[in-house]
T-cell receptor, first 114, second 115 residues
């Protein structure tokens, strides 16, 4: 069975600081990888996704993530965070076949102070 | 991108009653839909996989008689919480991948409060 680990439960940063949120998954086969953001009181929004190809993927709002297959990792990064990035961030994975369910990590709460 | 609509967005019901939540894919067909549950400040937990024209597949620990799922058409899945209790209060979210697709699109979620 697949599983996703997000090691950072709560990250607190000042504006303009760099961000890296860790995500590791456990699955032996081909996977698709996703990062979602959930702003307070809002529904999930897709930040970026990786299916294949270039392991460095760029998403919305200046976020990027790098897939490192040998480490089973898909860490999320942003060079300079803003106060508006305060939110909950979820890493998710599904098996490489079409139409499979996403399995989510426990989430990381990011708090950015201005 | 594809749109998934979930209704209602909020519902308050009395303990012992049943509540139906609808999940519709608006501009694509979905043979499979997924239902998740999210407790406050926690992650999304997969409850069940809804399959058009066949029985839903439930995750371990999810009571299928309590959470009835019906996938009546290629664009509609419903989740009915039967005999609701306060501990069923939660945020329920559906998602659907377009047929043959790898990415699932999420509904807005339904906040259920059982009083």
């Amino acid at each position: 069975a697949q599983s996703v680990s997000q090691h950072n439960h709560h990250v607190i940063l000042s504006e303009a600081a760099s961000l890296e949120l860790g995500c590791n998954y456990s699955y032996g086969g081909t996977v698709n990888l996703f990062w979602y953001v959930q702003y307070p009181g809002q529904h999930l929004q897709l930040l970026l996704k990786y299916f294949s190809g270039d392991p460095l993927v760029k998403g919305i709002k200046g976020f990027e993530a790098e897939f490192i297959k040998s480490k089973f990792s898909f860490n999320l990064r942003k060079p300079s965070v803003q106060w508006s990035d305060t939110a909950e961030y979820f890493c998710a994975v599904n098996a490489g076949q079409a139409g499979t369910a996403l399995i989510f990590g426990k989430g990381t709460t990011l708090s950015v102070s201005s | 991108g594809a749109v998934v609509s979930q209704h209602p967005s909020r519902v308050i019901c009395k303990s012992g009653t049943s509540v139906k939540i609808e999940c519709r894919s608006l501009d694509f067909q979905a043979t499979t839909m997924f239902w998740y549950r999210q407790f406050p400040k926690q992650s999304l937990m997969l409850m069940a996989t809804s399959n058009e024209g066949s029985k839903a597949t439930y995750e371990q620990g999810v009571e299928k008689d309590k959470f009835l799922i019906n996938h009546a058409s290629l664009t509609l899945s419903t989740l009915t919480v039967t005999s609701a209790h306060p501990e069923d209060s939660s945020f329920y979210i559906c998602s659907a991948p377009p047929a043959g697709g790898y990415e699932a699109f999420f509904g807005q979620g339904t906040r259920l409060t059982v009083v």
